[in-house]
């Protein structure tokens, strides 16, 4: 992993940002940013701060030849846990109370390089039929 962001006690649902976390999750930055400009979603803008923030510490102190390019950096891991509950309470009727539970979330992101290109499907065959030749001499 080469830069990493996290975002502590944010007052949104942990259950409704993994909704968007795992629309993200795997793609790259740039494809990332235009998954979460086109999300409907309040936790879109919160989770598109956070890659800009791992972003940016991923290109902060490196000189302008070894900076990376958004295509370049792909989204390798990302989660949203549980922070504390914001305990409250609501009038119901017949003078009871009722509990209202204000969840908070961590959420946290980590970048990596986009892997090299596999090989195709055909050389993968011809290196393991050499590699079967130089096995039987």
Do not use: C, W
């Not at 944010?10 to 409704?16: T, V």
């Not at 986009?114 to 393991?128: F, L």
């Amino acid at each position: 992993m080469l830069a990493k962001a996290r975002v502590k006690y944010m007052r949104i649902s942990p259950r409704k940002t993994r909704l968007v976390l795992d629309t993200v999750r795997g793609k790259t930055v740039e494809r990332a940013h235009a998954i979460l400009d086109s999300t409907n979603k309040r936790a879109g803008g919160v989770v598109k701060k956070v890659v800009n923030s791992a972003f940016a510490n991923l290109n902060s102190n490196r000189p302008d030849k070894d900076k990376f390019l958004a295509k370049d950096v792909l989204i390798s891991e990302i989660k949203a846990d549980n922070g504390p509950v914001l305990k409250r309470y609501r009038a119901a009727t017949m003078g009871r109370a009722t509990p209202v539970r204000h969840r908070t979330a961590h959420i946290s992101v980590g970048l990596d390089k986009v892997p090299a290109e596999r090989p195709e499907a055909g050389q993968a065959g011809q290196g393991s039929k050499a590699k079967a030749e130089t096995e039987s001499k």
